[in-house]
């Protein structure tokens, strides 16, 4: 029955709004539906066998409950709630609606007018033949299935289908035991059904469920409920993954899309290109692990790709970094003559840029580094019960995730880093070459626990202009230089040829101050005492006056 907008409160309606109310109801334009017709309605009220639908026009039906309940007796349906079905006789002017037909529904008479409606029925296939597929309907009837008619893809094994059930479309009738039935055009059919609710959704950054279909080498392709997309291989993870690795067919996942490109098939029906993404909605790896890769940090990582201009060392799957060809502590004409694709190195973090997803790292020697830190680590069993990683204790075999990982980098830079090194203006350093620029070098000072980073530009080298940097100092080099600028925030400035100037003036005015010192004592000097030490000795004539 259609209903009516509830009158205001307060006071009666009008009998003019009344009136209108009622000519409005007179002019609603009733569907004549007939078998067959796909319906689609809102559950208002639930029985023990049948279920009332509201129809789009106001008009009732009456939709049948066989068939409509889980292995545990629970209906999949609930008030309030859509449902789509097919008409599947109108008596008495009352519509009734199924799902599906279920064996127990199923005689001649039935069978026949599926033809017609196309509604799809119930069931089970009992055995497999050269032909094709012998199926039970129910109540005595047998269908036959063509191998052709079983699944909209090519079924490889034909025993894996024998015992299972299947919702068929009933082709033709010609007896109880001679029914032409067919899977695939019931798929068809639902996934046309599938595909208009899924388009209505599907837009570019909508989030979706799908079932992997099939994998290959380039992506995985995804049913998303009557329409298919592909998840591109460098979109199923972050860093380089298998495909085989990542999803397997029949596994259910989340995926965004990316991108749709409409298009049409050879009937003229829509055929949409649809690209999407499982990487974009998990958690990166770099966003995860960015908070602890701070500069100073020693971790291990693996090497991926060998360039002529440096190596590319992935720390954790989505995080890599470059170790320059002037980051490895000594002169190589080619990183490849320290590292190799696949081999695990220790690298320390010199810089990073959260916003370009940039990581600057330089090669360490491993042999210089009792303990690190190996985000992909397990704790060899051995004979002791426990060893540290960075400062934390870990249990032999106990393995390092990446919340472990988090955890230990915490602890391991709260160790390096309790007491920075922050020096002042006019101190002089030993500083240490982290790396190379063209505007100058970075440089580290102090010792381990109390670090600390600066810059010398290029201009306070005191190279010739034009002069290799990297030739001159290379990585590792240790040098004198005076702070000359030291932040708040922890920038801090220095000067290699204000350090040479500061020594010079140091040992000029070392100079003046031993001169000064032998004038206080009446001395006449350096050459004086030289002179008269001359005359002193034997043999020596006495100057004329």
Known sequence: MPSFPTPPLGGPADDDDFAALLAQAGNVQRTRYKPGDQVRGQVMLIGEKTATLQLPDGQEGLL???????????????????????VLRIRDRVIEIA?????????????????????????????????????????????????????????????????????????????DNDVLVSRRAAQQAEQARQAEETRAKLVVGAKLSGTVTNVREFGAFVDLGGIEGMIPASELAYGRVKVEDVVKPG???????????????????????????????????????????????????????????????????????????????????????????????????????????????????AEKLPVVLDPTATVPQSKTAAVFVGMAKVEAGDKLDKAAVAGLANASSNQRQEKPRVPSIGELLDVTVDKTESFGVLVSFGQPGAMGRGMVPISELGLAQGADIRRHLPVGTVFPAVVTDSRPDGRVRLSRTGAERARERSEAESFLATQANHAAKGGVGSFGELLLKQLAQPGTKPVKK
């Open 99 to 175: 799902r599906h037909i279920g064996k127990s529904q199923i005689s001649t008479q039935v069978l026949q007018e599926a033809v017609q409606s196309q509604i799809p029925i119930d069931g089970t296939v009992t055995a497999s033949n050269k032909g094709g597929y012998l199926v039970d309907l129910g109540n005595g009837a047998q269908g036959f299935c063509p191998h052709a008619m079983i699944d909209s893809r090519r079924v490889e094994d034909p025993a894996t289908m024998v015992g299972q059930r299947f919702k068929f479309r009933v082709l033709e009738v010609r007896g």
């Open 64 to 86: 049948d409950l066989s068939g409509m309940r889980g292995k545990d007796g629970q209906l999949l349906i609930a008030k309030d709630e859509f449902v789509t079905g097919y």
């Open 251 to 365: 596994e259910r996942v989340e995926v965004q899309v990316q991108r749709i490109e409409p298009g049409l098939d050879h009937k003229g029906r829509p055929n949409e290109r649809i690209s999407l993404s499982m990487r974009a909605l998990a958690a990166d790896p770099f966003a995860v692990l960015g908070e602890e890769l701070l500069p100073g940090h020693i971790l291990i990582g693996r090497v991926r790709r060998v360039e002529p201009f440096g190596a590319i060392v992935e720390l954790v799957p989505g995080v890599e970094g470059l170790v320059h060809v002037s980051a490895f502590g000594r002169r190589v004409s080619v990183p490849g003559e320290v590292v190799q694709p696949e081999m695990k190195v220790h690298v320390r973090v010199l810089a990073v840029d959260k916003a370009m997803r940039r990581l600057s790292l330089a090669y360490v020697d």
